[in-house]
């Protein structure tokens, strides 16, 4: 069954029979962690035989989970980010992402293209992000396959990101050795939406999380 993440802000409608089994925020934090535990798990069984480094690396660590304080990530945002007052670096990072992942959005060609050149584009792009942002906020997704477990300190950190954002942070904590659980990180790398060769991403585009990265994500962690 799939779950949705229940919104205090719309408590009415959860009595519309319409709508997909909602829990709460701890039910779902319960289900993301068994997740995560379960993953790992079946991780230990496929590599028991071979490595028992891999085997004590994969057991999940629930005294470190019991120090940390948890979130529900979306992994495409609820709502998008403003970006106004951010350096030269940041737009740079927004405007040209959003450029790469929104071919297939409201954004025009003639969008594209300014966001491209986004340094003589200043102000015209600032109206095409609120554009982009509305676009964005006004369906927000709660599904379970677009949610993970991410340490609080990471999630605050970079806020309402585009996914291209978000997976770029992780990418650099797990360098640095922070614990980013094992299915959220899994999910960032874009893991499960590789081809059987193991090469191939079977979504072009690593900086949007597509349907399909959803569903191939949703089987793969069922599959242990």
Request: charge should be positive.
């Amino acid at each position: 069954m799939r779950y949705e993440y229940k919104d205090d802000k719309n408590e009415g409608e959860r009595n519309n029979k319409n709508l997909k089994k909602q829990v709460d925020k701890r039910e779902l934090r319960a289900i993301l962690l068994f997740s995560n535990i379960y993953v790992g798990y079946f991780s230990i069984q496929k590599s028991a035989n071979e490595q028992n480094e891999a085997r004590r690396y994969q057991r999940f660590p629930f005294k470190l989970y019991k120090t940390m304080s948890w979130d529900i990530e979306h992994i495409q945002p609820k709502e998008l980010k403003s970006i106004a007052g951010e350096d030269d670096e940041e737009l740079k990072f927004a405007y040209t992402t959003l450029a790469k992942i929104a071919k297939d959005s409201i954004l025009t060609e003639d969008d594209i293209e300014c966001l491209k050149n986004w340094h003589d584009n200043r102000r015209e792009c600032q109206k095409i992000w609120a554009k982009y942002k509305e676009y964005v906020d006004a369906s927000p997704n709660h599904a379970l396959s677009n949610l993970a477990l991410l340490d609080s300190s990471t999630n605050r950190n970079y806020g309402n990101a585009l996914f291209a954002g978000k997976r770029a942070t992780i990418i650099r904590y797990d360098k640095q050795g922070r614990f980013i659980p094992l299915c959220t990180k899994r999910i960032f790398l874009k893991y499960y939406s590789v081809q059987e060769d193991g090469i191939a991403l079977k979504s072009e585009n690593v900086f949007w999380w597509t349907d399909e990265d959803e569903k191939t994500s949703s089987i793969g962690i069922k599959n242990g």
